[in-house]
């Protein structure tokens, strides 16, 4: 179930690419409808690619209320890598309108499952942290919240977020 919500997922980000976003909503929406009770996971892959389109989108509404019901679920079924996207992308949500102290919230919850998360949300996560700690005018600690992701992008040897590491610092 994994895979194939991963396979929708891909599918989903494709539509939107060549337009067909609505279109892509809509079908992700009824696969919810219809599946959604069989698998959490696929349920969570769905949701997931929901959440992509609302932030190509600029939906912070529909984003913020979709990763709410993302976190509850992941939870209840103790996945932590889908709560930490659900973090992640209520952090973006939240960052967006200038809560800072809920972005901050967000995304320090899926830093604190590091090893047990996405790579990618991690990293993302604390470049949110150093970027709220920039706006709050710490700007040291941003730096070496930044200097810190770098060090450990370069430790693990994760290449496909390495060049955004370092651009950032």
Known sequence: SFVYGYAHLT??????SLGQGKEAVRFLQQQINRFGHQSTQFTS??????????IYDGQLQPLRDLSRQRLALAQNAKLPIDIGWAHLF???????????EKAQDHFSAATELRHLIHYRV???CMLGLARILQAQGCFEEARQTAESLLEETILTQNNLVLPESYSFK
């Open 11 to 16: 599918w989903g980000i494709a539509s939107y």
């Open 45 to 54: 892959r769905i949701m997931e690619t929901l959440e992509c389109l609302r």
């Open 90 to 100: 209520l952090g973006i949500a939240y960052y967006e309108w200038n809560e800072l």
């Open 122 to 124: 991690y990293h993302d």
